[in-house]
């Protein structure tokens, strides 16, 4: 992966992490109870009232009496006063039959449900582009690493095994890394020095090989001036 590509990445990520929190935060803004759907659920209890098979359920409530008693609750854990469904920011209407009050009823505030859920799915969002982002940034650590940290620490052991004269072992040649060209090329290198120290020896062995013999060749005629010196 070249830099290009990842930048474009990283920027993309992040731009997909804009649009969508922003697009949710936006519906946290408009976040709000349905007039419509509360105002049925009303009517539904005050035309059929004392028949709860027949309430509309789309919202969660309770139906108090005139006394303040619960005759009716959706489920469980609902506001079943007017003091808690105050401080639940719950919708109190009155129930009204033929002109006459037939009790309250306490409809669930669904905005705060709303808001948690949309809460919830900004925070999801956050964790899966950073979750994506950093994925990208080891990606490309490891990449970096491959391709220049370790053929470089590979060319730095070469280098001193070739210091230390060691011509023997051949290093790797692989052309994908960036210092492809270099690999090769100190391969050459140690090549070539191998080649000058093998033809080095060679001449030393020949020149030690040459002196031997020309010590051969002088030491019989010395010997036999010698010998004659001696007779005489």
């Given at each position: 992966m070249k830099k290009a590509p990842f930048i474009f990445l990283i920027l993309l990520s992040f731009l997909l992490e804009t649009i969508l929190c922003y697009s949710l935060y936006q519906k946290i803004s408009f976040a709000e109870q349905d007039p419509v759907v509360v105002n049925r659920c009303r009517m539904s209890v005050a035309d059929h009232f004392g028949e709860e098979e027949l309430y509309d359920r789309s919202l969660d409530y309770v139906v108090l009496d005139t006394t303040g008693q619960v005759l009716f609750r959706t489920k469980d854990g609902l506001s079943e006063n007017i003091s808690a469904a105050v401080r639940n920011s719950d919708t109190i209407l009155t129930i009204e039959k033929d002109g006459t009050n037939q009790g309250t009823i306490l409809i669930r505030n669904t905005v705060t449900d709303k808001i948690q859920s949309l809460k919830k799915q900004i925070i999801l969002v956050i964790v899966i582009c950073a979750f994506?982002?950093?994925?990208?940034?080891?990606?490309?650590?490891?990449?970096?690493?491959?391709?220049?940290?370790?053929?470089?620490?590979?060319?730095?052991?070469?280098?001193?095994?070739?210091?230390?004269?060691?011509?023997?072992?051949?290093?790797?040649?692989?052309?994908?890394?960036?210092?492809?060209?270099?690999?090769?090329?100190?391969?050459?290198?140690?090549?070539?020095?191998?080649?000058?120290?093998?033809?080095?020896?060679?001449?030393?062995?020949?020149?030690?090989?040459?002196?031997?013999?020309?010590?051969?060749?002088?030491?019989?005629?010395?010997?036999?001036?010698?010998?004659?010196?001696?007779?005489?």
């Open positions: 994506i982002q950093i994925a990208l940034i080891v990606y490309y650590f490891l990449y970096l690493k491959k391709r220049i940290t370790d053929p470089f620490h590979q060319l730095s052991g070469f280098a001193t095994r070739v210091a230390g004269g060691n011509l023997d072992l051949p290093l790797n040649v692989d052309r994908k890394h960036v210092f492809g060209e270099f690999t090769e090329a100190f391969d050459l290198m140690r090549n070539e020095l191998k080649k000058a120290r093998a033809a080095e020896k060679k001449a030393i062995d020949e020149k030690k090989e040459l002196v031997a013999k020309l010590s051969h060749d002088i030491k019989t005629p010395v010997a036999s001036i010698k010998s004659t010196s001696d007779r005489l």
